[in-house]
């Protein structure tokens, strides 16, 4: 049974490997390579660790830790979602689901829904711990803009009320950042 | 103050995208292209989280995640050291301690002091959250390798026993794994 369930870990793990491949839109910090959702999700939990004190509410790390670590998984199968994207508005979709319980799914039973539990709970971003995980994913960008001229937003063409209105997720996790 | 430390947290989180840079020896699964530091981490991250239960000693978790999410920062300055490179032993060489201090230092005081601790405590590899870290940072290689036809050994002609005494490790972390 341990022995099972270590087999379809080890599954897991090799399966995840993917998020490596897939691109983000936004540049590195000073550079033309796009960013990909692995490193991406490495940085929102430094991030984390390194800003959870300035959380407005006490919040549970671990999890905060876990959602961004998790978070952009189902894009192995559903892509990675621009957040100033009108077309494809970042809401939940179907493919989404299906994906996290394609993906999930691989590990064993408990473990599964744990992961699909946090990653449903930072897509509806209720929880004080999924505001604050949003924050950390919305505020990696801005970074990067601002070491970059504005590089994905000039490129893009977003205006700057939307940027403004994205930012204000920022608030609802700090009002220090 | 609290702005102060923020200040200065902002500019750690801008620094430590230089480690999206730095290249491993191994490769991605199935693929050619090298795996960098920052994918990496996030990588055994995720281990971390799904295979904490197989550790023979109860661990602190939070820490484990902290050490695998910073043990190769170091190498923005330092470079990377292939564990199978008998020229450079991965030993906590000088250059290491002084690129720790230079970019941990980046952080308030009090911070930076923890982060070079829980540093240190990884590269000696004693207490068993450190092990069990050390563990995740060895199996990663060894599943890539059983996924790309043994690519990293075949090229860099690792003899078998090199990769067994290096496994031993893991052993040491999970006697399961
Ligand atoms: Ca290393």
Known sequence: MQ???????????????????VQRKTKLFNSDRNENDAEHSWHLAMMTIVLAEHSDQKIDVMKVLKMVLIHDIVEIDAGDTFIYDTAKNHTNTDEELIAAQRIFGLLPKEQAEEFIGIWQEFEEGITDEAKFARSMDRLEPLLQNTSTNGGTWKEFKVPYQKVYDKKKAIKNGSSLL
Chains 1, 2 share one sequence.
């Open 3 to 21: 022995i099972d369930n270590l087999l379809k870990q080890i599954n897991f793990i090799k399966e995840i490997d993917k998020l490596k491949y």
